[in-house]
């Protein structure tokens, strides 16, 4: 599990976004249940956990990505001066 997901389920200055996910209610059901049979403090932390578990390298992709958004923003302003 990443080190940035917390256990305590305190949270993380920063980390909480609230937002409108919007799922059936039987998968809510089912995420209450994962959330309590891994134990982990929330909702998110289950789904955090399941993501990493299964596609670790997301993390790499994200950043990948976020550095190739750099690179043209860079180029598109370095072109519109």
Do not use: W
Not at 21 to 39: F, I, M, Q
Not at 43 to 67: C, G, N, R, T
Request: charged share 35%; aromatic share 4%; no cysteine.
């Amino acid at each position: 599990m990443p080190n940035q997901i917390k256990r305590d389920g305190k949270k993380a200055k920063g980390r909480v976004m609230d937002t409108n996910v919007r799922v059936s209610k039987s998968t809510h059901r089912l995420l209450k249940a994962l959330t309590d049979e891994l134990g982990v403090g929330t909702m998110s932390d289950a789904i955090d956990f399941v993501i990493f578990e299964h596609y670790p390298q997301i993390e790499q992709k994200l950043k990948a990505a976020e550095e190739r958004k750099k690179l043209l923003d860079s180029k598109r302003s370095q072109l519109d001066n």
